[in-house]
């Protein structure tokens, strides 16, 4: 029987290619998004996957969310916590707000959406947590004092509660991606993008999101378990840790 998957902000950018990418490999996805309906009801006419709209900043949304999913699909296996937002200006310029919006999507959104899956994957001795970071938690950015912290603590999670599941058959992983072609990273600046960061990549293109995809596929499986708390850097030789 197919696995079930949850990916978090699942349909649109890597999210959307994360949701695919698990389908074509035969699991049973669930693709979780926030806000943008219409694109959520294409992405579904489009793949055939269902779409559930909750905001993973808020714990029992996730909680209800979660249960409605596992109500029609079965019990969650693999969990993709891909949701994230950028709210990105310089620190002097930063306000109170850009901080918790991008903390509380980016960060708290992890323990709220794995809290509720963590107990059934502790009884059933089975479980995927793959967590999807970023390049600038692992390097720093400027103008993303908020999102580099939030992607660090990811780090932080990943390693920490990967330690817990490791002897119930749980791993818990992290991807850092670099700059991928989504809209995110299209929004920054053109000058910026061409002239301060695609020149920092020596493969000298931004990523795709199926490269991304192809990361969370394989942590997902079944050969990948004996790889937890470990970190895949995929930036295109931007940055080495
Ligand atoms: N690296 C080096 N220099 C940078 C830079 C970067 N990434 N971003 C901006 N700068 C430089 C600018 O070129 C500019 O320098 P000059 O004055 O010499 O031209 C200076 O910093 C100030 O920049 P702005 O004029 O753009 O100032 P601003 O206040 O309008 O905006 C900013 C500042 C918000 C940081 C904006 O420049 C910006 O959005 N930069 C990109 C930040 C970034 O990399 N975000 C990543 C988004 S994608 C993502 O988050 C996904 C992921 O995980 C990788």
Request: contains cysteine; negative net charge.
């Amino acid at each position: 029987m197919s696995r079930v998957a949850i990916v978090t902000g699942g349909t649109r950018g890597i999210g959307a290619a994360i949701s695919v990418g698990l389908k074509e490999a035969g699991y049973n996805v669930a693709a979780n998004y926030a806000g943008n309906d219409e694109k959520a009801n294409a992405f579904k006419d489009e793949t055939g996957i269902p779409v559930y709209k909750w905001d993973v900043s808020d714990y029992q949304s996730c909680v209800d969310g979660i249960a409605k999913v596992e109500a029609d699909l079965g019990p969650v296996e693999v969990l993709v916590n891909n949701a994230g937002i950028t709210r990105d200006t310089m620190f002097h310029k930063m306000t109170p707000e850009n901080w918790t919006d991008v903390i509380n999507t980016n960060l708290t959104g992890l323990f709220n959406m794995t809290h509720p899956v963590w107990p059934g994957m502790r009884d059933r001795g089975f479980g995927r947590v793959i967590n999807i970071s970023s390049i600038n938690g692992q390097k720093g950015q400027m103008g993303q004092v908020n999102y580099s912290s939030a992607k660090a603590g990811d780090l932080g999670f990943t390693k920490s509660l990967a330690q817990e599941g490791a002897a119930k058959g749980i791993t818990v992983n992290a991807i850092c991606p670099g700059y991928i072609g989504t809209e995110m990273v299209r929004a920054v600046p053109e000058k910026v993008l061409n002239e301060r960061i695609l020149p920092l990549i020596p493969v000298g293109r931004l990523g795709e999101p199926e490269e991304i995809a192809r990361c969370v596929v394989f942590l997902a499986s079944d050969d990948a378990g004996f790889i937890t708390g470990s970190t895949i850097s995929a930036n295109g030789g931007q940055y080495f840790i």
